[in-house]
């Protein structure tokens, strides 16, 4: 008997605890568990619960808690750390406290739009608005996709809009700005004396490969002594961190960002040289991280070296993502083909590159001008 007598009464009444067994349509097994207060509200409570099993179809037994819950057991081991949890935090807080009792198939556009205003009113800019709805109509894609759901009802909503909303200009450091930042860097470097030093230069070598290179952090951080051969990085994982426990190596962004990049020389010769100091302190592994030795380096202690070095040289501070942005700024400034720069980032669409940089390109329209005034008739 699926009804179980538990501790405590109400309004005079005994507590049970309704538990029913039953196998989904997918052959998986389930379990619901509810409360009623009297035997005879308990045994109702159970016909209810019976009913809906064998004759509702899943969207409208299932709540949008219970598809968080299985969407990200599932999505668990299909995507890094830090990516999980940007979107157990998005969801867990603009989603759930809104719509997590909501039945899937209540979720119709009027609830939607409702829970839109909800999030406009939370004061957010539209890049974060953005951001919560794609986390959302990802989630509910994978209802459509296990048939809980026929379609998504955000897709008719649509996403966040603000027309009249100027995009900010993304922040890059200049060849000479990085040739001013990375000279502080290597003097406060030099500075710290002994193993303290060895241990600083991992922060001037990181920032050195990340404007000669243009890789993701995740995937600097990851980079092994024996991921460089024959003058070039091969690029095949990422380390994401964990505030508890012990990082993961994952794979890295998506398929495209497996690669292979030459190294420049300014970039061999501070690998070269770093090389040789670990080495003279018999700090050196061809299994360490090139940048930190047995673990990677903090991305907090990585913001705040970035923070110190460009106040020192009296610069603009710019994000540690932006030395990504600063080496695609100067390849496409000095004429490098877009196919080039994409390749470099890893991106597996160019239209991606051009969408990011396509405001780098100002001086073209003068110079297709200048081109087509040559041709005279």
């Not at 809104?98 to 890049?127: H, M, P, Y």
């Not at 995009?167 to 406060?188: G, N, P, Q, R």
């Not at 380096?297 to 913001?303: A, E, K, V």
Request: with cysteine.
């Amino acid at each position: 008997m699926p009804i179980y007598k538990m501790n405590g009464r109400k309004d005079g009444k005994q507590k049970y605890r309704v538990r029913i067994n039953y196998v989904d349509d997918y052959g998986r097994s389930k379990q619901i568990d509810r409360v009623a207060y009297g035997l005879d509200e308990a045994k109702q409570l159970e016909r209810e619960l019976n009913y809906q099993i064998k004759h509702e179809k899943p969207a409208q037994r299932m709540t949008v808690q219970a598809l968080y819950d299985e969407y990200i057991k599932s999505k668990r081991h299909e995507v890094k750390e830090s990516s999980l949890m940007k979107t157990t935090s998005t969801l867990s807080l603009h989603v759930l406290p809104l719509l997590g009792s909501v039945k899937l198939d209540k979720l119709n556009a009027k609830v939607l739009e409702e829970w839109k205003r909800q999030i406009s009113d939370l004061g957010f800019c539209l890049t974060t608005r953005k951001n919560i709805f794609n986390e959302f109509r990802t989630m509910l894609n994978f209802a459509v996709k296990l048939e809980y759901i026929q379609n998504n009802p955000l897709v008719k909503v649509g996403n966040f809009k603000a027309p009249l909303e100027v995009k900010k200009e993304m922040d890059f450091y200049t060849a000479e700005e990085f040739k001013k930042y990375i000279s502080v860097a290597k003097k406060y470097c030099s500075e710290q004396g002994s193993l303290g030093e060895v241990f600083e230069w991992s922060y001037y070598v990181f920032f050195c490969i990340a404007f000669y290179t243009g890789m993701r952090k995740g995937e600097i951080n990851a980079l092994l002594w024996t991921d460089i051969k024959d003058n070039k990085i091969s690029i095949t994982k990422s380390v994401s961190q964990r505030l508890y426990g012990q990082d993961r190596i994952t794979p890295p962004k998506n398929k495209s960002s497996i690669r292979e990049i030459e190294i420049p020389k300014p970039l061999e010769k501070v690998l070269e040289e770093h090389k040789k100091r670990l080495e003279e302190y018999n700090q050196f592994k061809e299994d360490n991280f090139i940048c930190g030795g047995e673990k990677s380096l903090r991305d907090s202690n990585i913001q705040r070296r970035n923070e110190k070095f460009a106040k020192l040289a009296e610069l603009k501070q710019i994000r540690v993502h932006d030395f990504r942005h600063s080496h695609a700024s100067f390849l496409i400034q000095n004429g490098i083909n877009i196919q080039e720069v994409a390749r470099r980032l890893g991106h597996s669409k160019i239209e991606t590159t051009l969408s990011t940089y396509a405001h780098l390109y100002p001086s073209e329209k003068e110079r297709a001008i200048s081109v087509l005034n040559q041709v005279k008739i």
